[in-house]
């Protein structure tokens, strides 16, 4: 069986995705275009001009420096404007790690909010024109869960704060928000919580996913606690295309579609990936084309099942460009939930002013009905035949309902094992990550007075 | 699920974590269990046994051809399939089935473990040949077209002949070795080349069902580290598949790390999103040979065709003249189909 006709690869593979999987042969190598971008066709290659930069990308050898700026930024505003993630009345938050895709992110908000602010200044009825959104930029720091020298930390904030106080007019405010900021206002108590928390998850996966899902809950935190209305991600296709493995891997593949949207409201504040379309690659490039400055001190190599996954999909990018569009793209199939739409926020007018500028393309109405439950850990909605097996389980009702209120994958990589540490394990979890759980279902409603037992226990919590 | 499994708590010692009186042997790949040898056996037979009731994979009184390749796999099916048919009395009449591609030096020799499960297990075998059925063996073939693309013909030679070989043997079903491994490998592989109808599809345990012969995989949640046993490993001679070889790779390394991964891709795999109104091409019957078929001529008879017209790059090639010169011949179907878009499992004459 070593080639039946669904493994077998000779050809029919390719069948599939002639035009991309064939990118790397259709590169222009010899003939007369040779050097010159294909699409002005006047300016020489990035490949030409900056030979060192568009080594390892695969568009080097085919744009000029400008039009692959252009086409990036169409990109961006692309996703932007045809999924209505930017409204001139949002606030939005740049969720910045110093990492070249956050970087380009913050400065393709920082190029739309220029524009909108110089067609604001050059209007005479101010009362008539539309408002210039306005931007902020938030980094977390987690050096409490990974424990960095303090520093080279200093000298990296410090290096994001010049970059931020360059990106003017108009003026953003960067907030360095810490892990523990998402247990109370006093700090200290959090940390010790949370070195704890990291401390009670033994699977190397579960502790770096565990760190994720307190990334989002943080920038959700921050974002509401100074009034910002919309959280931007600089999450690029190489990054995505990493999730949907992850995801498969580790058995989500029912919340999968949740995660890899333009959009994703259901928090608070809703999350939106206008890079959704770049690869890393590009991002790269961009970065050392503008010389935008990175700040990669903090970047961890990522470790288990995501290291595993990094690697792998870096090496199938290396063997076929077009590799991770590919994964995405198939992803991208899959149904996507009900709150994966941006929402109608604002007063009549505001919507009706920014009506006027949005072009929405992809929203579909979506039938689905929006699921009843979120996992407890990871915010995935949960399938309903999930939650209803786990209902048979034994031991203290405390344990058992948790476990019925997480997904599979945080059961296996991230809860504890016996009911014991159970009990002191929700006892370090943040009040936050219960909420959402919590605003979902009816059929939990047991399994919330018995969290919140667990937490109010701990009376130090803030809101 | 088969995941409850992992509720055992791993004891340490060197005690069978399951009857505790016995030394354990082994620790179980699946769950990395401390386990006896006795009890291992037991598990792993009784997981199938509950994957074909849970499934209702069979009917009493039922036909059921086990594809039968030579490998570790199928030969452990044969087995495991005529042991539970015995023992939980499903009342099954059971058959060998295999296809000899004709490949001197891989075939012969995996056909003659075939026949000595033929005999040990005392399940009567019908070998259907490359040879009988269209004319060709794969090595003559491979003496027209070289290495590049072969597995397209075998593949769907080897897809029909199952097919054709169980429909002499009038079985309701054919039964083949897919273990857990092989299904997460074809999830992900589905992934990587953007595949969602087939992703949709191919974590069913059962395939085919409106066709005359389904097709069902009882190892769907087997590992292959348990199915190997002292059998030698077949890897057939003409396909140095890298591609597939990859994924592979990802997978056990990914065991490595958590065994459980395994299950999870198939977990994921049934659980994707995927709307129902996935289109499928349009069936048909060959008006060639009568198989099952989207087009005017079965994929089979197109590349047979070219094959006995000297034109061996006929239906496989990517240009698209001649996809279309086929076309108009055959009555100009849409030219877009590709290869693989052929559901397997049915077959009417």
Redesign the interface.
Known sequence: MACNSVTCQSGCYRDQNSVHEDGREQRPLDVKGRGLCIKCKINETIAVTHPSVAAAAGDGGRFCADCFRSNMFGKFRFAVTSNAMISPSDNVLVAYSGGSASRVALQFVHEMQQKAQKNFDASRERERVLPVFGVGVAYIDETTMSAEASSEFDKAINEMELIVSNLTPPAKQLFVVPTESIYSPDFAVGRDRLTKLGDAVSDLTGKEDLLKHLRMLCLQKAALENGYTKIILGTCTSRIACHVLEATVKGQGFSLAADIQYVDARWKVPVVLPLRDCLSEELNMLCSLDSLKTVEAFQQPRSGINGLISSFVKLLQEENPSRESTIVRTAGKLTPFSFNNTPEVGDHNDRLASKRRQKKYNLKPNESLPPESFCLICSSPLKKSDTASQNSSDGEEASAETYAAACLSCQYQILPKDTSSMKHFLSLLPQSMTTLAKASSDSHEFLREQIQDFLLSDSDDGT | MA?VE?AA?PRGGRFCTVCNDRRAALKRPKTLEQICKECFYAVFEDEIHRVIVDNHLFKRGERVAIGA?G?K??TVLAYVMSELNRRHDYGLDLFLLSVDEGITGYRDDSLETVKRNEIQYGLPLKVVSYKDLYGWTMDEIVKLIGL?????F???F??QALDRGAALLKVDKLV???NAD?IA????????????A??SR?TSIITGEDGPIPRCKPFKYTYEKEIRLDYFS???IY?P?A??G?ARE?IK??ER??P??I???I?????????TYTKMPEQGNCERCGYISSQKWCKACVLLDGLNRGLPKMG?S?TRGLDNERNQDTGGTNGTK???S?QCGSLDF
Do not use: P
């Open positions: 995941s992992t708590k390749s490998g796999d199928s590049k693309n072969n597995c397209t075998c593949g769907v080897r897809r083949t070795g897919h092989d490998e074809t999830v992900l592989l589905n992934i990587l080349r953007g595949d969602i087939r992703l191919c077949t890897e057939c396909s598949n591609y597939r990859f990802f390394d990914l790390i958590r459980r991964a299950l999870d891709i977990t994921s795999g049934e659980d994707f999103r995927i709307a496989i990517r590709n290869l693989q052929k």
